[in-house]
């Protein structure tokens, strides 16, 4: 219970923080004039696409906390539950895995496209960060499955690849940066 304690503080001093910037921005916000061109079109497909691979990404981590496979999963589900025991969540959770690598690709690609065809909008704080935590996540993911990484590289890449707070950046300050473009 104290780790699920820690993220929602956390998640919650994140949210605040980020609430007050966007607050003390939205006044004097830059402005994003609307140019419906073909590629701010195709952008936004792009930027659709990388949020549901990122919903993917991060609920497959939620499907492995609720079926006991993490330390918080053991205060989240009690021990006489065995959910991952059911086949079907164990063939979702055998997908999830084998295909997390290729949806994390995907993410960082679609959404590096986003981000170049409607514009980083670097005066919005939010724009730069999503784009350097996700790209973070996908050195320290990259280095997990590089056959060459020495082992000790491997392990800190774990460490720094599995946390579940950089997804919640992700997800606020995406928000919170959208929201400051779209009246």
Partial sequence: MKKL??????????FLIS???FLAIYPNR???PEHETFLREMGEVFGTLGIWALLIIYGRTLVKLAFGQGGLAQRLVPDEVDVSALPPFKILLNVLNRTHVYVGIAAIAVIVLHIAMVGLHAD???FPAVLALVLWQGVFGFFLTWRFSPQELKKASYYVHAQFLTGIMI???????HLLLDD
Avoid: H, N, R
């Avoid at 304690?5 to 994140?14: D, E, N, P, Q, R």
């Avoid at 997800?171 to 940066?177: E, L, T």
């Fill in 19 to 21: 609430l007050g910037y």
């Fill in 30 to 32: 830059p402005a994003d």
């Fill in 5 to 14: 304690k820690s993220i929602l503080i956390f998640t919650a001093i994140v």
């Fill in 171 to 177: 997800g606020i300050f995406s928000v919170f940066g």
């Fill in 124 to 126: 919005i704080l939010f």
